[in-house]
Each structure stands twice: as structure tokens, then as C-alpha cells.
């Protein structure tokens, strides 16, 4: 959508320059017995016509406060306003400048350009109707008639637009106002219309749009900044739902609809706030009972449960609860199915369960939506090594933990079945055959899940265990040649020692 400035900007950018030609026929009126109004006059003038703005606004501020019924001294500053891109300024001065001296038809074909770009078309018609009524020379009936033309089309536009709303058809009415805003670019009724119909067609950019312009073309516009904040609620946005309710309520501190939802936004984004910090923290469990607090709190805004729940899914994937972090994730995945992050941290949480074939799937989706995102690549490398090395050994189901358990854990399992399955246990020639195989991976298991560094490469889908990565050195045959006395519990003559040099 164009935006009101950029519209303005290509409209007002000429009119200084062309005011101050017109201007020239009335360099021969005597504007004010002053001679330090005449001199600001003559200043102001030949600072417009360099394109000094500020400078020139300077001057015809002077000049007004100097004689307050020169009317050339406020068609000047109406003038620069103009040029400045403030209408809003420019219209009271245009308006003391016809009181001063009525048959000023510039002053009236400004006033009515002015009138009609606000939407003002009653008051815009009647000072067309009146230039073409007082003898205009070619160039101002000319202009007179194209915007009196203007001006009954917009009027027959605009009563089309309320039929089309009252009846409900928001598409037909839209397209309507687009026509409209287009030559009353700042008509804030327009835009706020247009902007109900982008609400009922679901269309919340738009509306969002409309709002904003809306809000900066009124004066204290409390109801404007009401719905902004009410639209980015129900998009999810807390953040931008506060400023827009603060904005409401610094133009009225008693404003009954913004105190009521900055109330409830307020601490939302506080619950909100405050579980990112936990995850900030790896607070995780407390970070999850936080959101669920904010799904308490707004349960029927659907987007804002939807984040919870994203951010749950990524907290419970961090705190290693997976089979609760699959769950969560897929509940956002059902109506957000391109979520990249979701897809990532449901992924992580598969490789947690060792269901590697569902995790590459999840990268592979993410893939698709965010080709140049590393985390999905490494993630989607990692999660195919895994699964490769899954039809191989798996040190942690060999000694029976989950690939989150701690040193204590992993050593106590590694002696239960050591001790289990000590070849000297067995005696029949097939059975301890059995049993060296099944003691030495169990003991490799142990060296590599209790050696962080080694623990990592196999996390990463290497087996530091491997011949093909050991350089061809053998530690099945390496553990084979002295078993015989192992104490699983690390203790007396017949300890078995664990070398690799």
C-alpha cells in the first residue's frame, strides 16, 4: 500500500514553486505598515522560491505576529506548510486569509484541494462553486471545474461505499474506498472504513495499514490505536498490542476499552517475558509451567496459544522431554505445518527417542522452507549419521540408558551387566563364545558413554569404537586378551584394566 507521506510528497512537492509564480501578480500590494513586516515578507519570499522551508516559515511567522490581518503574510505560510507536507496547519491560515479578503480565489481553489484530499466535500465543492461564481481567469476555472468534477464523483463513490458496507459486501466496498483514498488520500473516515472491511475479509495487514494513517490524520484518534492493539492481540503480537493500548491511553488515561486490555495485555507480556527468561536460563521445566500460565490466561486467542505452544515444544525438546516435546511440537505442526523452528525442535526431540527416519523427515520439511538455515543442515547431517549408526552398535541400548544419563548411571549399568556377563560365568564352550562378544561391548560401551570427548563423537554419529576410524587397530581383539579375573566393581587383584596405549 503507498503510503500517506509518499502520496503527499509527490502531490506537494511542486505547489511552492508554483505558488510563488502566482504570487507575482500581488508583489504590487502593500501588506502592512510595518516596515519589518515588509521586510519578513520579502525574506520568507525569496527563501521559499530557494527552497529553504524552515527558514522561510520563520519569516512568515514574523510577519503574521506582526500584523495580524495581512492576509498575504498567512497565504505565504500556508503556503510553506504546504510545501512542508502539513496540511493540517495550512488549512486555518487559508481559512483567515478568505475571511481577510473573500474574493482571494487562490487562497479558495487551495482551500478546496485541501478540502477535498481530507474528505471534506461538501465544504470543497462550495469553494470551487464559488471561484467559477466570481469571475476566474482561464486557469483558475479550469482548475475550478476538474475538481468540482472530482468532487461529485467522490461524493456519488462515497455514498456507493456506505450501501455496499451496510449490505455487507466488504470486497465490493473496499474497492470502492480504494478509489476514493486514492484522490482523498487524507480522509480518515475512508480509511477507517476500509479499514473494517480489511477486518471482516480477514485481511489484517491491510487493516493494520488503514489504522496507522488513521491514527497520525486525527487528532487524539483513542478508537484507532483501540483496534491496532486488539489486531496484533489476536495476531499474537503482545509487544506491538502494548504500544499501540499505551498510545490509546497517553491521549486518555480514562479510556474505559484501552485500560481493560492494556490490564490483560500487561500481563500477559509480563507471563510472556518472564518464561523466555527461564529459557534463557535452561529453566526449562519452569518455563514450560509459565506458558501454560499464559494459555490460562488468554485461552481464546488462538495465535497466542499457538506461540505457548511453540515455545513449550522448543523448551521441552531443551530439557531433554521428548516424548512430551513430540506432542506439544505436533499440536503446532497441525496448524502451522511450515514452522521451521518447530520442525527443528521436534526433530531434536525424535533423535532423543531414536527415531532417527522421523527426524530426517522434520529436517527435510524444514529444508524445504529455509534452505540456508545451518541448524537444519547440521541437524539433518546429524540425525542421518545417527540413523546409519543405529544399524550398527548403540552403546547406550547396549547397557540399557537413555542417551540423556548421567556418569553414575551409565557406571552403574556397565557394572550389573559386566558382572552378568563375565566369560568366566559360562562354561559351555558356545555360551561363553557368547559372552566375551556381549563383555566386550559392554565394556567399550562403558569407555566411550563415560569419556566426554568420545561420548560427543558417538552423539555426533561417530564411533570411536570403530576399526574403519581406529585405523585399523582391533579393540574387540584389544579386550579379548584379558578378561579372565575382571572385578566389575573395580576392586582387588583381579581387576581388569582398561588399555589403550
Not at 125 to 135: C, H, Y
Not at 179 to 193: A, F, K
Request: aromatic share 8%; with cysteine; proline share 3%.
Amino acid at each position: 500500500m503507498v503510503s500517506i507521506d509518499h502520496v503527499a510528497h509527490k502531490v506537494l512537492t511542486y505547489i511552492p514553486y508554483v505558488l510563488v509564480l502566482i504570487d507575482l501578480r500581488y508583489e504590487g500590494v502593500k501588506c502592512g505598515r510595518d516596515g519589518s513586516v515588509d521586510n519578513h515578507m520579502e525574506m520568507g519570499k525569496k527563501l521559499l522560491a530557494a527552497g529553504q522551508l524552515a527558514d522561510a516559515l520563520s519569516h512568515f511567522h514574523a510577519a503574521v505576529d506582526g500584523d495580524s490581518k495581512n492576509y498575504m503574510a498567512y497565504y505565504r505560510r500556508a503556503t510553506v506548510f504546504l510545501a512542508m507536507g502539513k496540511s493540517k496547519s495550512a488549512l486555518p491560515d487559508l481559512s483567515r486569509v478568505i475571511e481577510l479578503k473573500p474574493d482571494f480565489k487562490s487562497a479558495r481553489l487551495q482551500r478546496g484541494n485541501l478540502l477535498l484530499k481530507q474528505g471534506g466535500l461538501d465544504e470543497a465543492e462550495r469553494d470551487f462553486k464559488t471561484v467559477l461564481n466570481s469571475s476566474p481567469s482561464d486557469r483558475e476555472e479550469g482548475e475550478a471545474k476538474s475538481q468540482l468534477t472530482k468532487s461529485d464523483e467522490m461524493q456519488r463513490l462515497v455514498a456507493q461505499a456506505h450501501r455496499s458496507y451496510s449490505s455487507q459486501d466488504y470486497v465490493t466496498a473496499a474497492a470502492q474506498l480504494d478509489t476514493i483514498i486514492e484522490t482523498c488520500v487524507w480522509d480518515v473516515t475512508s480509511r477507517e472504513m476500509r479499514a473494517e472491511c480489511f477486518i471482516e475479509m480477514g485481511e489484517m495487514g491491510k487493516a493494520v495499514g488503514d489504522l496507522k494513517a488513521a491514527s497520525k490524520l486525527k487528532n487524539d484518534n483513542t478508537q484507532a490505536f483501540y483496534k491496532l492493539s486488539i489486531i496484533y492481540y489476536n495476531l499474537g503480537d503482545h509487544e506491538m498490542s502494548l504500544i499501540e493500548v499505551r498510545e490509546c491511553l497517553k491521549l486518555d488515561p480514562e479510556h474505559k476499552q484501552c485500560y481493560s486490555h492494556y490490564k490483560q495485555v500487561k500481563k500477559l507480556n509480563k507471563q510472556i517475558r518472564s518464561a523466555e527468561e527461564l529459557i534463557q536460563e535452561q529453566r526449562y521445566e519452569e518455563a514450560v509451567s509459565k506458558y501454560e500460565a499464559v494459555m490460562k490466561t488468554e485461552p481464546n486467542v488462538h495465535r497466542l496459544s499457538l506461540l505457548a505452544k511453540e515455545r513449550m515444544c522448543h523448551a521441552l525438546a531443551q530439557g531433554q522431554q521428548a516424548s512430551r516435546a513430540v506432542s506439544v511440537c505436533g499440536e503446532v505442526l497441525k496448524s502451522d505445518p511450515e514452522n521451521v523452528n518447530v520442525l527443528k525442535d521436534r526433530a531434536e526431540a525424535y533423535i532423543q527417542e531414536e527415531q532417527y527416519e522421523e527426524a530426517i523427515q522434520d529436517y527435510e520439511t524444514a529444508s524445504k522452507h529455509s534452505e540456508n538455515d545451518r541448524q537444519v543442515k547440521e541437524g539433518l547431517e546429524k540425525a542421518q549419521r545417527l540413523l546409519k549408526q543405529s544399524h550398527k552398535r548403540d552403546y547406550y541400548k547396549i547397557l540399557g540408558v537413555k542417551r540423556n544419563a548421567q556418569k553414575k548411571e551409565i557406571t552403574k549399568a556397565y557394572r550389573k551387566l559386566a558382572q552378568q556377563w563375565h566369560p568366566d560365568n559360562f562354561q559351555k564352550p558356545e555360551e561363553k563364545k557368547k559372552a566375551e562378544k556381549k563383555f566386550i561391548d559392554i565394556a567399550q560401551a562403558k569407555e566411550v558413554l563415560t569419556d566426554p570427548e568420545m561420548r560427543t563423537k558417538f552423539d555426533q554419529g561417530e564411533d570411536p569404537m570403530d576399526p574403519e576410524s581406529q585405523q585399523g587397530r582391533s579393540h574387540h581383539q584389544h579386550f579379548h586378551q584379558g578378561y579372565q579375573g575382571f572385578n566389575p566393581f573395580g576392586s582387588g587383584p583381579f581387576n581388569f584394566k582398561f588399555n589403550h596405549n
